[in-house]
């Protein structure tokens, strides 16, 4: 088990405009289970397959505990990678499947089989040590190429969108057996997935990652609760944060028609800036439904009924007229839920709104989340 550390790593193809990775600073804690998570194409698996060795790192270097492995060759830096498609060998049974790094390296077969059969007993394959992967499930697959990482005794565990090719049912129980099995080991683990669930879910910390550029590290709550920008406030959480353009006056700003009052400590930031506008952001269940004339008005398009939980879809009709008009997602009573059609009024829990510059997507200093809401009212109080 080892520290991670990137310092500065950057990661640019030949030919390409600009680097995949860049700069990214970032320490791992030993132990620590860390997701990479972002869009197509923002550098998460880039980031994983440079610790690995099996992408060079172009600036900038990356070290496993004491060691700089920024140029070693993958064999050298102690790591077991998981990857998304199993990289199973077809013709060998479990047990070989499991074993065969360390017979490359020259292990005696008794130590082999121990740990095999070990890591079979953490993993329950132990019925399936004879059987090649063909006739195995998706998730006993992916099992088998946990126990060939977890053989090895590495210090980190490096995993690659492991639960991709598997069903939605079978990718949330494994994501569980990971998280729990990770914890039992104790084993640095750096995770890369493109679903922000997976990640929210399964890391100790969550690193968002958007055009090569590290957006915000931080645990699973501060990331819902205190997003650092536009695009990881609009990427984490499921369903998304409705983000929303106001213009501002010395009373707030103006949703829907009405006014929401924003504390003074925000005021003052946006003032300082000179900003005329700004980016409202809230949960789906920050909102509260009241009696026509309370709130803003929404118009519902859709209801999603899923049991315990309701969400509405539908249309704000912003005080920019009809090209301002914001499809928005907001958690209704799931016994009671609203008609489709229906035109319901809501009112912002002034607590949980958030409040980004329209300019340069940052948090304002001082908006609501870090004042309690100081100074600060509902929509529907103007």
Not at 210 to 232: A, S
């Amino acid at each position: 088990m080892a520290t991670i550390t990137y310092e500065h790593a950057t990661v640019q193809y030949p030919g390409a405009e600009r680097p995949s990775v860049n700069a990214l600073d970032l320490d791992i804690a030993d132990g620590e289970f860390l997701v990479l998570v972002g869009p197509s194409g923002c550098g998460k698996s880039t980031s994983l397959r440079a610790l690995a060795g099996l992408e060079a790192v172009t600036d900038g270097s990356i070290r496993i505990g004491d060691r700089d492995v920024t140029h070693l060759p993958p064999k050298e830096r102690d790591i077991a990678m998981v990857f998304q498609n199993y990289a199973l060998y077809p013709h060998m049974s479990v047990a070989d499947n499991m074993g065969f790094a360390l017979k490359i390296s020259g292990m005696k077969k008794e130590e082999i089989r121990k740990r095999v059969e070990e890591a079979a007993r953490i993993l329950d394959l132990e019925q399936y040590l004879e059987r090649k992967p063909k006739a195995l499930s998706g998730g006993q697959r992916q099992r088998v190429a946990m126990g060939r990482a977890i053989v090895r005794n590495p210090q980190a565990f490096l995993m690659d969108e492991p639960l991709s090719n598997l069903d939605a049912k079978l990718r949330v129980q494994t994501r569980t057996e990971i998280a729990a099995l990770q914890r039992r080991l104790g084993v640095t683990t750096v995770y890369v997935t493109h679903d922000q669930v997976e990640a929210m879910t399964m890391g100790d910390r969550v690193c968002v990652l958007k055009d090569g550029y590290l957006q915000q590290v931080d645990t699973p709550r501060n990331l819902y609760d205190r997003p650092d920008n536009v695009f990881v406030a609009g990427f984490i959480g499921s369903p998304a944060m409705n983000l929303v353009d106001v213009d501002l006056d010395q009373d707030g700003a103006h949703l829907g028609g009405r006014v929401l009052a924003l504390p003074r400590a925000t005021m003052s930031a946006l003032s300082g800036e000179g900003a005329k506008t700004a980016t409202v952001g809230f949960r789906p269940e920050a909102v509260t439904v009241v009696s026509e004339g309370e709130g803003f008005p929404f118009e519902v398009v859709v209801v999603e009924e899923l049991g315990s939980d309701a969400y509405a879809y539908g249309t704000l009709h912003t005080s920019r007229g009809s090209e301002g008009d914001k499809l928005m997602t907001i958690r209704v009573d799931a016994k009671r839920p609203p008609m489709k059609g229906e035109t319901i009024h809501l009112r912002v829990l002034p607590d949980e709104v958030h409040v980004f510059s329209t300019e340069t997507g940052r948090r304002v200093s001082g908006d609501v989340a870090s004042v309690s809401g100081s100074g600060a009212t509902g929509v529907g109080q103007g």
